[in-house]
């Protein structure tokens, strides 16, 4: 079993950049597919991007496309989401998640009961 811990979130104008990390507890993190999801206030919690076990397979929503960019370091246990051009309705809790078997799991959050606390991310205008 491996224990995610989200950090790196922060209150940023519009148009700046942020960088999350999500850093793992657990010799088999670098086994897992893992995912970035958020959830604005009276929101249901969405997708935001994924990286396979190798960083050979990446995901990403279409509202972040072109702006986010998900990367990991195995070495380190982390994965990063860098968050580019950052509008307000980026603002949200920002969770991450794992999956052993693959990226295209990580698109349904609805599939995981276990999150831990998140990072905030809020974008003013």
């Not at 991007?49 to 960019?69: E, H, M, N, Q």
């Not at 809790?93 to 959050?109: A, E, F, H």
């Amino acid at each position: 079993q491996v224990q995610l811990v989200e950090s790196g979130g922060g209150l940023v104008q519009v148009g700046g950049s942020l960088r999350l990390s999500c850093t793992a507890s657990g010799r088999t993190f670098s086994s897992y597919a893992v995912g970035w999801f958020r959830q604005a206030p009276g929101k249901e919690r969405e997708f935001v991007a994924a990286i396979s076990w190798d960083g050979g397979s990446i995901l990403y929503a279409d509202p972040v496309k072109g702006r986010f960019t998900i990367s990991r370091d195995n070495a380190r246990n982390t994965v990063h989401l860098q968050m580019n051009s950052l509008k307000p309705e980026d603002t949200a809790v920002y969770y991450c998640n794992g999956d052993l078997q693959g990226t295209w799991r990580l698109k349904t959050p609805t599939r995981y009961d276990d999150w831990g606390q998140g990072t905030q991310v809020t974008v003013s205008s």
